[in-house]
């Protein structure tokens, strides 16, 4: 069975500060990707970062980075360098290819940028 | 490229009332999904369709139905709305499962059920 999991209700942190949201999963797929959503108060889902399990590197996109540790079924979110515009909520999601065209979310990580 | 677009953005519907959720893509997407999220909560799947001609059940597909029209298009209909579907309903789409590629989302469709 699939599942995501993230254990960080939610989190708090100083603007340009970084955080690191995490992420587990579970998946008896070959290969799979890892996604990471990004979703604020206005209510749009916004793709932030992908990570491939056959990957050598980890992700990059910008301030966001994935911390792939593929022995501990993580994918962490990185987000460097905060800024108010980061509060949200931010979802983990993976899909396999094994179950191919579903994907499976976490149930997210409120994140709230101090000033 | 206007990606994933959801008609109507809010609505309001007493018990009992019927409507369709429309959604569309232009980016050529074999995949197409149609998620629920609750206050608080996750995406839960309603129905998805891997491929034009094909529909297939999610985790909550009770009290909805879907038709896939075309390769665009990809609608889910509420026969007899009840007020436990009050939801802010989400369509994606997704290139073919092997790519392994993310997830566009639609802006959403507030629903409020009376």
């Known amino acids: 069975a699939q599942k995501i999991t993230q254990t960080q209700p939610g989190m708090f942190v100083q603007e340009k500060e970084a955080v690191t949201l995490d992420c587990t999963y579970d998946?008896?797929?070959?290969?799979?990707?890892l996604f990471w959503y990004k979703q604020p108060s206005s209510g749009e889902m916004i793709f932030l970062i992908y990570?491939?399990?056959?990957?050598?590197q980890n992700a990059t996109e910008g301030r966001y980075s994935l911390n792939f540790q593929k022995a501990r079924k993580s994918a962490n979110l990185v987000i460097s360098a905060s800024q108010l515009g980061d509060s949200a909520m931010y979802f983990c999601?993976?899909?396999?290819?094994?179950?191919?065209?579903?994907?499976?979310f976490g149930t997210g990580t409120s994140l709230t940028v101090i000033p | 490229n206007a990606g994933v677009t959801q008609t109507p953005k809010f609505q309001v519907l007493k018990t009992g009332q019927s409507m369709t959720l429309q959604c569309a893509q232009d980016?050529?997407?074999?995949?197409m999904y149609w998620y629920r999220q609750d206050p608080g909560m996750g995406l839960r799947l309603i129905y998805y369709?891997?491929?034009?001609?094909?529909?297939d059940k999610g985790e909550v597909p009770n009290g909805y139905n879907v038709s896939r029209l075309n390769k665009r298009e990809f609608s889910l209909r509420l026969e007899s709305a009840a007020p436990s579907q009050t939801s802010v309903y989400f369509c994606?789409?997704?290139?073919?499962?092997?790519?392994?590629?993310?997830?566009?989302f639609g802006p959403g469709t507030r629903l409020t059920v009376l």
């Open positions: 990570q491939g399990s056959y990957d050598q």
């Open positions: 369709s891997a491929s034009e001609g094909t529909t």
């Open positions: 998946t008896s797929d070959p290969s799979y990707g």
């Open positions: 994606a789409s997704s290139e073919a499962w092997w790519t392994l590629n993310e997830q566009f």
């Open positions: 980016m050529n997407h074999n995949s």
């Open positions: 999601a993976m899909r396999g290819t094994n179950t191919g065209n579903q994907f499976y």
